[in-house]
């Protein structure tokens, strides 16, 4: 009894001894960094450029052999049929692309992540549209692309994407004959890029082409910023204007879809009260809208819905098709624009909104709008960028813009955030034994 009660005292003693004698503490240091942004490369017959907000960008192209990032000489790189990544301190790099005489397309770069939604494209006879991933990494990725069609779900599909490369797949080998479809990327391991473009063509008609920007991830409240209205150029004849939605989750969910304009909002006469079916894509005619230039589309949903925007018609005697997709607010933007006049979608419920315009030879300027719902702004083919602050009130983006070549309008999406990350502490004393 007595050699248990001396070895409780002594185990007493060694813990009273390790907490009660003093250390210093260890000073954890962190490092910051932001993730790069990863630019599509051309698909066929097609030209276009990367439009970064000022010259000396880090950047290089996405190839077998690592490349380290190297100053752009412009501000203006050639679109090539290597992606390109980009540094993420920059401004949001923006894409501008083009089939001479038949489509104009325009997509923000975004970085690599693990989980993106779309909803947009078809995989029938009419088309030519396509997914395209990068892998800027060096180990692999596999993803997971679970498909929706108006039938419901399909079969999912596993894809393997090699280090620094990247690969384009034909909407049709996904959902071969479906007219509507959505979809979901989740990756197994690794990160990557992608982009997705539609584009159509009836034996030797063409229907225009056009990136889909990724969705905002699935919610009760969907924004949908600069659809383009009849009025969007003086020679325009929509011929089709259509929301496509889908509900990811086992509910049917009631929709209401609002009507948002500079000059007010409202909630369509048959809008108003929608039943959308789970698991299934639908889409939903908006011929009866008034008469904008542009417009936004607010979706409140009982469940959780993505949506998007299809527009389709005759601008400048040119047959075009423009995607617009669901986007998540501003958190405080610098962002490239091309050098293309167009027009800057504001959605917000704030009174006013201000933001920093940099013109060529970096010339600086703020611009106030009051913002009723909605303000459009007319951007200059002079302006190279424009930078936003946070604001109290959630503000969606979005551009459209308009050349020889036809019309394009893309969500803006939240800039690149920043992470700190902690480095691990090293105490030496732990190696290095004591002198005696």
């Not at 047959?319 to 405080?332: D, F, K, M």
Request: aromatic share 8%; net charge positive; with cysteine.
């Amino acid at each position: 009894m007595r050699i248990r009660i001396l070895i409780l005292l002594i185990f007493s003693l060694l813990m009273f001894a390790t907490t009660t004698i003093s250390s210093p503490v260890a000073k954890r240091e962190f490092v910051e960094s932001v993730a790069t942004f990863v630019c599509p490369a051309k698909n066929g017959d097609t030209s276009g450029s990367i439009q970064l907000g000022k010259s000396g960008v880090l950047a290089a192209p996405i190839e077998k052999k690592n490349r380290e990032l190297k100053k752009s000489k412009s501000r203006v790189l050639p679109l090539t049929s290597k992606a390109r990544v980009v540094a993420g301190e920059s401004p949001t790099p923006l894409l501008l692309s083009a089939k001479s005489g038949t489509w104009l397309a325009l997509s923000q770069c975004s970085s690599s992540a693990g989980e993106f939604w779309f909803i947009g494209g078809t995989a029938d006879v009419s088309s030519l549209g396509y997914f395209q991933f990068t892998n800027e990494n060096l180990g692999k990725a596999i993803i997971d692309v679970e498909l929706w069609s108006e039938d419901g779900n399909e079969s999912t599909r596993t894809l393997t994407i090699p280090p620094r490369s990247t690969k384009n797949y034909s909407l049709t080998t996904f959902m071969p004959g479906k007219k509507l479809t959505a979809f979901h990327l989740l990756s197994r391991s690794g990160l990557v890029s992608v982009a997705l473009f539609d584009e159509r063509r009836k034996g030797l008609t063409t229907y225009g082409g056009d990136y889909i920007a990724p969705n905002s991830t699935p919610s009760k409240k969907a924004l949908i910023a600069g659809i383009p209205g009849a009025k969007f150029v003086k020679k325009s004849k929509i011929t089709s204007q259509r929301i496509r939605l889908f509900v990811p989750g086992e509910t049917d969910a009631i929709i209401q879809v609002n009507y948002i304009s500079p000059t007010g909002v409202f909630a369509p006469v048959g809008l108003d009260s929608l039943r959308v079916p789970a698991q299934k894509v639908v889409e939903v005619d908006l011929s009866d809208l008034p008469k904008d230039r542009l417009f936004a589309l607010q979706v409140l949903a009982s469940e959780p819905v993505i949506a998007s925007v299809l527009t389709r018609g005759q601008f400048n005697n040119q047959r075009e098709l423009i995607w617009n997709s669901s986007v998540e607010a501003t958190r405080g933007e610098r962002m490239a624009l091309a050098e293309r006049s167009g027009y800057l979608s504001i959605v917000s419920s704030a009174p006013k909104v201000s933001f920093t315009v940099v013109k060529d030879r970096g010339k600086r300027s703020t611009v106030t709008l009051p913002v009723d719902a909605m303000a459009i702004w007319k951007v200059s083919d002079t302006v190279r960028e424009i930078q936003f602050q946070a604001n109290a009130e959630p503000t969606y983006l979005a551009l459209a813009i308009k050349s020889g070549s036809g019309i394009a309008a893309t969500s803006l999406a939240p800039a690149q955030s920043k992470e700190l990350t902690a480095l691990p502490v090293l105490d030496s004393t732990l190696y290095i034994p004591r002198a005696r």
